[in-house]
């Protein structure tokens, strides 16, 4: 069965730490593999994507993510973190023969100073 | 370019009643989704069209739920007799035949009691 997976579904972090957060599939194809950000009470923001070619992609906000097709992961990354980054990230994914996205559960993200 | 937008941003209603919920996709996009969110998930594909032809529906969308898009522009969702099961965050997204990547409006809370 296809699946996404967020392990944490909490993490904590000091402001100007770094910060990363964890995402796995399990799909029968490599999927196209996304990133959003939600803010309390808010729609979902693009952070960045993988579709093919380089592993390592960046996105806004100063996130960069890295696939890794030998463990089916799609990890988050941030150098230093700030308080504004404090809010719920999801991972999704989609077939390449599909449009419909299916998101993991969430990793909320809290920044204490 | 305004985004996606969607109305109204909160409803609340009675068990019982029918709400109608609107989304303006961002206007050269000619696919357009739906979600539904609850408290502590990730979001679950609804349904979507391509321009205004609804081309798949999860099992999610019971008999009182219906959708459309009957110029290819905005979409309205409907839920028909709500029950509580039904408070739940609805998000809308689009994109263009060209991209797999989906922007999100800010969404409609529904709360029904």
């Known amino acids: 069965a296809q699946s996404v997976t967020q392990p944490d579904i909490h993490i904590t972090v000091s402001e100007g730490a770094s910060l990363e957060l964890r995402c796995n599939y399990s799909?029968?194809?490599?999927?196209?593999l996304f990133w959003y950000v939600q803010s309390p009470g808010q729609g979902l923001q693009l952070l960045l994507k993988y579709f093919s070619g380089d592993t390592l992609v960046q996105g806004i906000k100063g996130f960069e993510a890295e696939f890794k097709r030998s463990q089916s992961s799609f990890n988050l990354r941030k150098p230093s973190v700030h308080w504004s980054d404090a809010a719920e990230y999801f991972c999704?994914?989609?077939?390449?023969?599909?449009?419909?996205?299916?998101f993991g559960a969430g990793t909320t993200v809290t920044v204490r100073a | 370019d305004t985004g996606v937008s969607q109305n109204p941003r909160h409803k609340i209603t009675k068990r019982g009643q029918n709400v109608t919920f609107r989304c303006d996709p961002i206007?050269?996009?000619?696919?357009l989704y739906w979600y539904r969110q609850t408290l502590g998930q990730g979001p679950e594909f609804l349904t979507y069209?391509?321009?205004?032809?609804?081309?798949?529906k999860s099992r999610l969308l019971s008999d009182r739920f219906s959708a459309e898009r009957p110029k290819g522009s905005f979409s309205t969702l409907e839920i028909q007799r709500t029950e509580q099961g039904d408070s739940a965050m609805y998000l809308c997204a689009s994109s263009s035949d060209l991209s797999r990547e989906q922007y999100f409006g800010p969404g409609t809370r529904l709360t029904v009691t």
């Open positions: 069209f391509q321009n205004e032809a609804q081309l798949e």
């Open positions: 999704a994914v989609v077939s390449p023969n599909d449009y419909k996205l299916s």
């Open positions: 206007s050269e996009h000619n696919r």
């Open positions: 799909y029968g194809a490599t999927p196209y």
